[in-house]
């Protein structure tokens, strides 16, 4: 298959083709030539869109699909596919299935569901067994069967002592460590945001505390024990300041934000739309501020869509029984060059997720593998449900006015465009 994209502006800091408008022909999945103007012929499938926008392949590192076990909430099949249409070549794949992902045959199982998809899928295994937060995973031997790092998906361990050994063992094997920043022991049983909002709307409370302090705990372990950490999806302005403070003392620490985070706030709240209902909670706008600078100083390492399907059992609901969790592969791109240029978030979906988690970043150069997202950042809509492909549906930006559109991409050779 030979692929000819036309009139590209190239979006890739590692490339001499930087901000350059250029053709860029694909052959047999490889780039083979970087022009300004490249003659088509009868046998070249042409991408040629308005305002066309080409980067490396997303990465999204935090992305759930249900299967196996909740396959009515979504599948591997069509995540996969809902993933390349929003931009994503690659994911890293949460455990909270059922069973769990804790065995290196689990392991191997979404791998090998994942075949042949234009999509890369990469796992990210329980760090304890069935995620329980009471004795570690056979960590090394889900390593050796493709796990990319080990984590028990929005469920904090607990136990000290537990997190300390994991972070020894995991050095053996170079392997990264995810602590999910939550104190359950003050979080209590929050389901909002602890402050003005959760008060007058009578809603139980999670105190920013709860983040920091677990937070604060993982540090101090990973000064002791050294090894690599990865904190996903923080919220709070403290969290960010303990970060960047602990990167200073050169700590391998490195974290993740939601664009939920980064573009909402707990003024959603107010007509109980259990949508809005995530862990950790919609914080407050000064929250979103604090993270937004994060990413453009470079504290928060990379930003993540955190989707979460939820079938409409669960979420149609009053707000306190409803699970926490939205989708968010749709809405990622849109969301986040509404508050941010694209300059200052691009590589922390591109080339800082594949260096934190062990993947061989990509490049927009002659001779390299093509692994490409197209969109238009200028291009704006209103986010509703017919723009949402995913099996379910609970989207925290439904009915959000929204910048830029994504095209599809480029990779495994294969083209998947939204026609």
């Not at 979504?74 to 994503?88: M, P």
């Not at 050294?226 to 200073?248: C, F, M």
């Not at 927009?364 to 949402?388: H, Q, R, V, Y």
């Not at 959000?400 to 994504?406: A, D, I, P």
Request: charged share 25%; net charge negative.
């Amino acid at each position: 298959m030979i692929t000819l994209i036309k009139s590209a502006t190239i979006i890739d800091a590692s490339s001499s083709f930087h901000n350059q408008k250029k053709d860029v022909l694909i052959e047999n999945g490889v780039i083979k030539e970087i022009e300004d103007t490249i003659n088509s012929k009868d046998d070249y499938t042409i991408v040629n869109e308005d305002n066309l926008h080409i980067s490396c392949g997303w990465f999204d590192t935090s992305v759930s699909f249900g299967e196996p076990g909740f396959e009515e909430r979504e599948t591997i099949e069509n995540g996969l596919k809902v993933a390349a249409k929003s931009g994503f070549t690659a994911v890293a794949v949460n455990a909270n299935s059922n069973p769990v992902i804790d065995t290196k045959s689990s392991v191997e199982f979404l791998i090998n569901k994942a075949n042949g998809s234009a999509t890369k899928l990469y796992p990210i295994a329980a760090l304890t067994a069935k995620s329980k937060g009471i004795e570690m995973a056979e960590l090394y031997d889900m390593q050796q069967s493709g796990a990319i790092a080990f984590g028990d998906y929005k469920k904090p361990i607990a136990n000290d002592n537990l997190m300390k050994v994991a972070l020894l063992y995991a050095q053996n094997f170079d392997g990264l460590v995810l602590s999910f920043p939550k104190n359950i022991a003050i979080a209590g049983e929050g389901i909002a945001n602890e402050g003005i909002n959760s008060t007058k709307l009578g809603l139980k409370g999670i105190p920013a505390l709860a983040e920091e302090l677990q937070i604060a705990r993982d540090l101090f372990l990973l000064e002791y024990t050294g090894g690599k950490l990865h904190i996903p999806t923080i919220s709070t302005a403290k969290s960010l300041q303990l970060i960047k403070e602990a990167k200073k003392k050169g700590l391998q620490v490195t974290c993740s934000v939601s664009a939920h985070h980064l573009v909402l706030s707990d003024n959603e709240l107010h007509g109980f739309d259990s949508n809005f209902k995530t862990n950790p909670p919609l914080r407050t706008k000064q929250d979103c501020k604090a993270l937004q600078k994060g990413i453009k100083t470079g504290i928060i390492d990379t930003i993540t869509s955190d989707h979460n399907p939820i079938d409409i059992e669960h979420k149609k609901v009053e707000f306190s029984e409803a699970k926490d969790g939205t989708i968010g592969l749709e809405s990622l791109f849109g969301a986040l060059n509404s508050v941010l240029n694209i300059t200052d978030f691009i590589e922390n979906i591109t080339s800082k997720p594949r260096k934190i988690f062990g993947i061989k970043p990509t490049s927009i150069a002659i001779g390299e593998t093509a692994d490409l997202s197209f969109f238009n950042p200028e291009e704006k809509n209103i986010f509703t449900k017919d723009l949402i492909l995913s099996t379910s549906k609970n989207s925290a930006f439904l009915n959000k006015n929204l910048t830029g559109k994504v095209y599809g991409v480029f990779s495994n050779n294969q083209l998947i465009l939204n026609k």
